[in-house]
């Protein structure tokens, strides 16, 4: 979106840079049914770039390579506080029983976790919620022997009994589940404590200033995605098993672990309108203490980097 | 292979050994570019310690022939048979003086290159040495036993290579032209010492010469080989190989100097 | 000079002086270890040993396979592409990085073995340069050539010319003082030495880095289309990885090897074609 | 043979033949390198085209290398460990994992260029090998081998043991045939040749094959210890990246650097003692 | 350079050329085996269009002081000029025939080789080829002109080693016993067309030999070498060389035999 085009803020960009992932949202919907390129016309080109984590889309938009990013709540916490100059105008989805913690039989309570090893994907939100449950349950990080490994190696370590427990989400989790993993704590139980963690959308600031009407246009087709996941799950299913490669009704299952929440909601003070930025301040205080992350920024940074507007504009 | 070598060592002394018979030998080299039919057909008959002495101009299939052999090169027609074995793979009971001491070892000194055959074969230590050092002093580089061979002059590598043969002491002896890069007076010296070898082991020898005198005073045979494709043009005694005379004395000789122009004649038709 | 036994073996191998029953043959056995390989994987996947999200059975393999170009109602190959849109544009990025790293590798070798202070100031750079991880500065390279194709084709370039200069060096200090004495003494310049001696005799060195750069540039492609990597077999791997997708991950690795072999096979073939005289150097 | 003008330069960086003035001059000029190449990361700081989030500031690595050496209340060095407990652990994998390369490398080249059927049979599998990028296949390690080093030092031996065995061949096919001859008409049986002659000659290309392979292993560091590497240097590289600390991330891959140039270092002065008559082969 | 050499292809026909001059030239290889003092010290003075012979036993230093004339190696003490130029380096006005042929270029054809000093100067393609061929037949390799060099005998690489120098028309010619590798007749043939060369373009020529027949049948001035340290102990003019007998008819004459004896007995002593 960095071309400009007369300047005017009510003018589209000519291309729209978006950075995606394969998470079981509106976003990969959105993508699937092409409703941007519908809602934007011929006149605006999107281009759609697969990343890998969130700590990706962070280097990817400091690079000035993308207009538009998703991350999780960790990341986009962490980049707020390293000053990225980005803004939240959406929530793709609230983490619900989608990342658990899950443990090998004979594990019944995070304070059995003592002395055994936990695995996680550093940096995540998984890797934050772990941190939340350990300091909720009085047990230190020190007691525990937490190691970083990527889901997919997560899994195989499970199999081999060389991990006890490990905090993913799917589709590694419900195969430990399936395989007699006990689930001692969820993303969704963790949020009942106030420890929320989210999918969130990232928009750099110079192109929401640019061109708010664009983002406008984006939101409201997210919007739009996640009626449709409310409404009819099955159509939603389908889209999304064909970006993510795998059947309908896995795809409708991940569905069901996460929480989708309706512009109008977003808008409310739960969300956008307070609850998300107090919820970034917190994370990122709660990382430094874990030694995480050097410093906090002011709270009012984290204020100012959720944008609560779009969702309210959202008819 | 062994075998044959132990049988090689026992009969040796005594001056007997295995004839050496080729048979409508024959060989041509065939690359991208062509064939070329270096040498053949040849037959010969070699009688258990003979010295043969080999003449012909440049490129006429001398080294080829002396490959097939030693068995590094199969022939493309025709057998050799070392008494009732046929020749098809190098072995301890043929030793080979190349024409270039590129098959000397860089990373062993003098003396270790020397004592290879030996140590192949599993001799001990001091057998090793004891051997290596007289073959050293015979060609004169017992001061250069310890350096690697690279420092050595060009001659000095060809003797090099000589002394690691001869403390093999194969009962089939191939040298591919042995003293051309030396000078005079070695030459002169090593002469004397390979006639003195053979006279004293029976040695079977063939000796891959340019100069007619070397061939006429050394061998107990002179062969001459026609231009490319290489075939035997001339076949003689040579009645000079169990004089004592060294060669420069010869020179004198006015049978000695018929008998060259002879050679020399065969050379030139 | 001459065919001795002792090399008979390797000019066996060369293609054209190959007999046809040796071709069968060495086919054959080819396809039997291919065979046994096969059976095996079978074997430990009937067993059931581990998930098949670990180690899928070849079956499943075949159908990822199946998946990957056919396209099904909206499903169109595997992540939107067709499996050879997915290769070629890994072959495009491989065939440029590796490309540039041919034009610079022997020039920088080149340049390193033959001026001192070259060496003294750079050598230590391409040291360091050749063992950095792809993973560990790849955000670097987007943050200067951003997020398309550029970054990538630099990364697999950085993993490539290293070996290339290295082998290139070693080649050139490999070459026989009696030759450069020879061309000197003919009237070669310094420059004319370097063209028409050096080159040549370290051509075959130069060859083997080449094989051995674009091999490594293979191991690299994943790490270099970890982003924004689709279409692209690294991508395609790497997501599908995420995704516990092991069966597409396990298509991609097998396709990355054969197409690896295949390229390497060209290039022998090619070292064939042009250092005929390798053995004689 | 001889002390041509053309070699001179080579030979002149023979460390024990080297004078003294000339050391002092080398050294000189490397700092003075380093010196440039610093000044411009400094000039590229200071000017703030790109965020430090990309190229941290050569003081904010300082910064982080401090903290990684010292104990600062609950923060002991970065992520738990010291710098050089996190080099250590690496170091420990790499020399295990390319030590068994040094094994298995040469004698499969030896194998491969003597035996004409293992080479049909095993050779495109090496190749195959060769190509695979680790993040493809690591999953497969980690549950065949645990999460622990053994998968990683799997994956750093077969990162390294290619290069070698590929360089072992070509040294095999190099050597003179008048050598193998010699040998065996005195008497040297196929195993004597190939222990006496062939291991030799091939002996400087296989230590060429070693250098690469180090410099393969440290590639791959990273991807090794993407999984349970802390401690660990390319862990540690991997879990600050992730959380975009740069400035951790860079100075990984500068100990990285340096670390691979010692220890380079240390293998061609070993080379210049093992085989002194490289010129001369 | 490139001035020297036409300077020199100017200058030739008509004789004329630069003095060479060693002064206390001596060389001495240190290795990490200790130090070897080859050859030295050396005091010469050779005349434009001489030509020497240098004879001397193995390893006494004749290749050493060739490739320092050369300019492949630095003396360790003394110093060369040709002319007014000290000789420092390799230059196209000192032409090197080498004791080996590995300085032969694998990946040209026989022809290309010969061809190679003229390409470096520029020649064009015609007149390089033309050029070649007529070397290559007064080489006898006519037919060989598009084989590689690998698939040529030992003798016939030496061939063409010798043509590709001729080719380059240097105005000092260098050979380390260029005809070691060849039969009597080609060698003969061979040393037929140097001497013509010599007398037809008065080059300034230095051979090294192990024949002493060829050093005073060729040479307008013979010189002997003591053992290593190699100096100079026999420097005297043979008037052989203006002579036109080939060396097998000179053999006959009772005063060639005498001047042989003289240099053998320097040679011995
Ligand atoms: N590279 C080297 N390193 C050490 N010593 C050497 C080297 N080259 C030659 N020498 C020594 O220098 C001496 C003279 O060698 P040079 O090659 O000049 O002899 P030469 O007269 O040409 O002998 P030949 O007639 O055998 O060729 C020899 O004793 C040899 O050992
Ligand atoms: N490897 C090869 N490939 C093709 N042709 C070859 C090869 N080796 C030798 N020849 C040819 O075979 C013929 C005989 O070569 P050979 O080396 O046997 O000659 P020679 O009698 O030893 O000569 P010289 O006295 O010059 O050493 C030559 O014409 C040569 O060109
Ligand atoms: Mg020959
Ligand atoms: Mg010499």
Redesign the interface.
């Given at each position: 979106g960095s071309d400009s085009d007369g300047g005017g803020s009510a003018a589209n960009p000519t291309t729209i840079?978006i950075?995606y992932q394969?998470i079981p949202n509106g976003d990969l919907i959105v993508k699937?049914k092409g409703w941007l390129e519908e809602a934007f016309g011929k006149d605006v080109k999107i281009e759609w770039?697969?990343?890998?984590s969130g700590g990706?889309v962070n280097?990817?938009i400091?690079?000035?390579?993308?207009d538009i990013g998703l991350a999780g709540s960790s990341p986009v916490s962490r980049g707020i506080s390293q000053g990225i100059t980005y803004q939240v105008p959406w929530i793709h989805d609230v983490i619900g029983k989608a990342e658990s913690l899950v443990a090998k039989e004979g594990i019944a309570t995070i304070a059995d976790l003592k002395g055994k090893t936990v695995a996680t994907p550093f940096a995540s939100t998984a890797h934050f919620s772990l941190l939340a449950a350990l300091a909720d349950a009085g047990v230190a990080e020190a007691d525990v022997n937490v190691i970083d490994a990527?889901?997919?190696d997560i899994?195989?370590a499970w199999?081999r009994g060389d991990i006890d427990a490990a905090y993913v989400w799917n589709?590694?989790l419900a195969?430990m589940i399936a395989?007699g993993g006990t689930v001692l704590i969820t993303s969704a139980d963790l949020a009942a404590k106030g420890k929320t963690t989210y999918d969130l959308s990232v928009v750099t600031n110079d192109f929401a200033s640019k061109y708010p009407a664009a983002v406008q246009t984006w939101v409201a087709q997210q919007d739009r995605a996640v009626a449709l996941i409310n409404d009819n799950p099955d159509d939603a299913a389908?889209?999304l098993?064909?970006e993510?490669?795998?059947t309908a009704e896995e795809a409708k299952a991940q569905l069901g672990d996460l929480v989708f929440v309706s512009a109008k909601d977003q808008a409310g003070a739960d969300y956008l309108g307070g609850g998300l930025a107090a919820n970034l301040f917190a994370a990122a205080k709660f990382n430094v203490e874990q030694g995480k992350i050097d410093a906090v920024k002011d709270e009012a940074e984290y204020t100012k980097a959720v944008n609560a507007t779009f969702a309210a504009a959202v008819k | 292979m062994n075998e044959a070598n132990d049988a090689a060592k026992v009969a040796g002394a005594s001056g007997s050994g295995h004839p050496l018979r080729l048979r409508a030998l024959s060989h041509t080299?065939r690359t991208?570019r062509g064939a070329t039919h270096a040498v053949g057909p040849i037959d010969l008959e070699v009688a258990p310690g003979e010295f043969l002495s080999l003449l012909g101009p440049s490129g006429c299939g001398k080294?080829?022939l002396l490959?097939i052999l030693a068995?590094?090169?199969?022939p493309s027609d025709g057998s050799v048979m070392l008494g009732d074995q046929p020749v098809s793979?190098?072995a301890a009971d043929r030793g080979v003086v190349f024409q270039q001491s590129s098959a000397l070892l860089p990373w062993r000194s003098v003396r270790q290159n020397v004592e290879l055959g030996l140590q192949l074969a599993g001799a001990n230590k001091a057998a090793r040495r004891t051997r290596a050092d007289a073959e050293l002093a015979r060609v004169g580089l017992t001061d250069f036993a310890d350096r690697p061979v690279y420092e050595l002059s060009g001659g000095m590598q060809q003797r090099v290579q000589i002394a690691r043969v001869l403390a093999n002491d194969p009962e089939l002896l191939l040298m591919d032209e042995p003293f051309g890069a030396l000078d005079a007076m070695t030459r002169e010296h090593l002469q004397g010492e390979l006639r003195h070898l053979w006279r004293t082991t029976g040695r079977t020898m063939v000796l891959i010469t340019h100069s007619v005198e070397e061939a006429v005073a050394l061998g107990s045979r002179v062969l001459v080989m026609s231009p490319r494709p290489g075939r035997i043009v001339f076949d003689q005694p040579s009645p000079f190989a169990n004089s004592d005379r060294p060669l420069s004395v010869m020179l004198d000789d006015p049978d000695f100097h018929e008998e060259c122009r002879r050679v020399r004649s065969a050379i030139e038709h | 000079?001459?065919?001795?036994?002792?090399?008979a073996?390797?000019e066996?191998?060369q293609a054209?002086a190959m007999p046809t029953r040796h071709r069968g043959r060495?086919f054959a056995?080819?396809l039997?270890?291919l065979g046994v390989?096969f059976g095996l994987w079978w074997l430990l996947t009937a067993l059931k040993i581990?998930?098949p999200?670990?180690?899928p059975a070849p079956s499943a393999v075949w159908r990822a396979f199946v998946?990957s170009v056919t396209t099904d109602?909206?499903?169109r190959g595997?992540?939107g592409y067709y499996l050879w849109e997915h290769l070629w544009a890994s072959l495009q990025r491989i065939l440029k990085g590796v490309g540039y790293a041919i034009i610079v590798g022997p020039l920088l070798g080149l340049a390193l073995?033959?001026?001192?202070?070259v060496?003294?100031?750079?050598e230590?750079?391409v040291?360091?340069?050749?063992?950095?991880?792809?993973?560990?500065?790849f955000?670097?390279l987007?943050?200067w050539f951003?997020?398309d194709d550029t970054s990538k084709i630099w990364l697999l370039f950085l993993?490539a010319f290293?070996?290339i200069t290295?082998?290139t060096i070693?080649g050139v200090?490999?070459v026989?003082?009696?030759?450069?004495?020879?061309?000197?003494?003919?009237?070669?310049?310094r420059l004319?030495?370097i063209r028409?001696?050096t080159l040549?005799s370290a051509?075959p060195d130069v060859l083997?880095g080449i094989?051995?750069a674009?091999?490594?540039a293979?191991?690299?492609?994943?790490?270099a289309e970890?982003?924004?990597?689709?279409p692209g077999i690294?991508?395609l791997?790497?997501?599908?990885?995420?995704?516990?997708?092991?069966d597409?991950?396990i298509l991609?690795?097998i396709v990355?090897?054969?197409?690896?072999?295949l390229i390497?096979a060209v290039l022998q073939r090619l070292e064939h074609r042009l250092?005929?005289?390798?053995?004689?150097?």
């Amino acid at each position: 979106g960095s071309d400009s085009d007369g300047g005017g803020s009510a003018a589209n960009p000519t291309t729209i840079r978006i950075g995606y992932q394969i998470i079981p949202n509106g976003d990969l919907i959105v993508k699937n049914k092409g409703w941007l390129e519908e809602a934007f016309g011929k006149d605006v080109k999107i281009e759609w770039s697969l990343f890998d984590s969130g700590g990706s889309v962070n280097e990817a938009i400091v690079a000035g390579a993308l207009d538009i990013g998703l991350a999780g709540s960790s990341p986009v916490s962490r980049g707020i506080s390293q000053g990225i100059t980005y803004q939240v105008p959406w929530i793709h989805d609230v983490i619900g029983k989608a990342e658990s913690l899950v443990a090998k039989e004979g594990i019944a309570t995070i304070a059995d976790l003592k002395g055994k090893t936990v695995a996680t994907p550093f940096a995540s939100t998984a890797h934050f919620s772990l941190l939340a449950a350990l300091a909720d349950a009085g047990v230190a990080e020190a007691d525990v022997n937490v190691i970083d490994a990527e889901p997919a190696d997560i899994y195989a370590a499970w199999q081999r009994g060389d991990i006890d427990a490990a905090y993913v989400w799917n589709p590694n989790l419900a195969k430990m589940i399936a395989e007699g993993g006990t689930v001692l704590i969820t993303s969704a139980d963790l949020a009942a404590k106030g420890k929320t963690t989210y999918d969130l959308s990232v928009v750099t600031n110079d192109f929401a200033s640019k061109y708010p009407a664009a983002v406008q246009t984006w939101v409201a087709q997210q919007d739009r995605a996640v009626a449709l996941i409310n409404d009819n799950p099955d159509d939603a299913a389908a889209s999304l098993a064909v970006e993510m490669s795998i059947t309908a009704e896995e795809a409708k299952a991940q569905l069901g672990d996460l929480v989708f929440v309706s512009a109008k909601d977003q808008a409310g003070a739960d969300y956008l309108g307070g609850g998300l930025a107090a919820n970034l301040f917190a994370a990122a205080k709660f990382n430094v203490e874990q030694g995480k992350i050097d410093a906090v920024k002011d709270e009012a940074e984290y204020t100012k980097a959720v944008n609560a507007t779009f969702a309210a504009a959202v008819k | 292979m062994n075998e044959a070598n132990d049988a090689a060592k026992v009969a040796g002394a005594s001056g007997s050994g295995h004839p050496l018979r080729l048979r409508a030998l024959s060989h041509t080299y065939r690359t991208e570019r062509g064939a070329t039919h270096a040498v053949g057909p040849i037959d010969l008959e070699v009688a258990p310690g003979e010295f043969l002495s080999l003449l012909g101009p440049s490129g006429c299939g001398k080294t080829t022939l002396l490959q097939i052999l030693a068995g590094f090169v199969h022939p493309s027609d025709g057998s050799v048979m070392l008494g009732d074995q046929p020749v098809s793979a190098p072995a301890a009971d043929r030793g080979v003086v190349f024409q270039q001491s590129s098959a000397l070892l860089p990373w062993r000194s003098v003396r270790q290159n020397v004592e290879l055959g030996l140590q192949l074969a599993g001799a001990n230590k001091a057998a090793r040495r004891t051997r290596a050092d007289a073959e050293l002093a015979r060609v004169g580089l017992t001061d250069f036993a310890d350096r690697p061979v690279y420092e050595l002059s060009g001659g000095m590598q060809q003797r090099v290579q000589i002394a690691r043969v001869l403390a093999n002491d194969p009962e089939l002896l191939l040298m591919d032209e042995p003293f051309g890069a030396l000078d005079a007076m070695t030459r002169e010296h090593l002469q004397g010492e390979l006639r003195h070898l053979w006279r004293t082991t029976g040695r079977t020898m063939v000796l891959i010469t340019h100069s007619v005198e070397e061939a006429v005073a050394l061998g107990s045979r002179v062969l001459v080989m026609s231009p490319r494709p290489g075939r035997i043009v001339f076949d003689q005694p040579s009645p000079f190989a169990n004089s004592d005379r060294p060669l420069s004395v010869m020179l004198d000789d006015p049978d000695f100097h018929e008998e060259c122009r002879r050679v020399r004649s065969a050379i030139e038709h | 000079m001459s065919t001795p036994v002792a090399v008979a073996i390797e000019e066996d191998e060369q293609a054209n002086a190959m007999p046809t029953r040796h071709r069968g043959r060495t086919f054959a056995l080819r396809l039997l270890s291919l065979g046994v390989v096969f059976g095996l994987w079978w074997l430990l996947t009937a067993l059931k040993i581990w998930s098949p999200l670990i180690l899928p059975a070849p079956s499943a393999v075949w159908r990822a396979f199946v998946q990957s170009v056919t396209t099904d109602g909206p499903r169109r190959g595997l992540a939107g592409y067709y499996l050879w849109e997915h290769l070629w544009a890994s072959l495009q990025r491989i065939l440029k990085g590796v490309g540039y790293a041919i034009i610079v590798g022997p020039l920088l070798g080149l340049a390193l073995a033959s001026f001192r202070w070259v060496r003294i100031v750079v050598e230590p750079w391409v040291g360091f340069l050749r063992a950095l991880p792809p993973l560990g500065y790849f955000s670097l390279l987007i943050i200067w050539f951003g997020i398309d194709d550029t970054s990538k084709i630099w990364l697999l370039f950085l993993a490539a010319f290293p070996p290339i200069t290295i082998a290139t060096i070693v080649g050139v200090e490999r070459v026989r003082t009696d030759r450069l004495n020879g061309a000197r003494s003919l009237g070669a310049s310094r420059l004319q030495v370097i063209r028409h001696i050096t080159l040549p005799s370290a051509l075959p060195d130069v060859l083997t880095g080449i094989r051995v750069a674009f091999g490594f540039a293979w191991t690299t492609i994943v790490a270099a289309e970890t982003a924004n990597g689709i279409p692209g077999i690294g991508g395609l791997a790497w997501a599908t990885k995420k995704e516990n997708r092991t069966d597409v991950a396990i298509l991609c690795v097998i396709v990355i090897g054969i197409t690896a072999v295949l390229i390497d096979a060209v290039l022998q073939r090619l070292e064939h074609r042009l250092v005929p005289w390798k053995h004689h150097a």
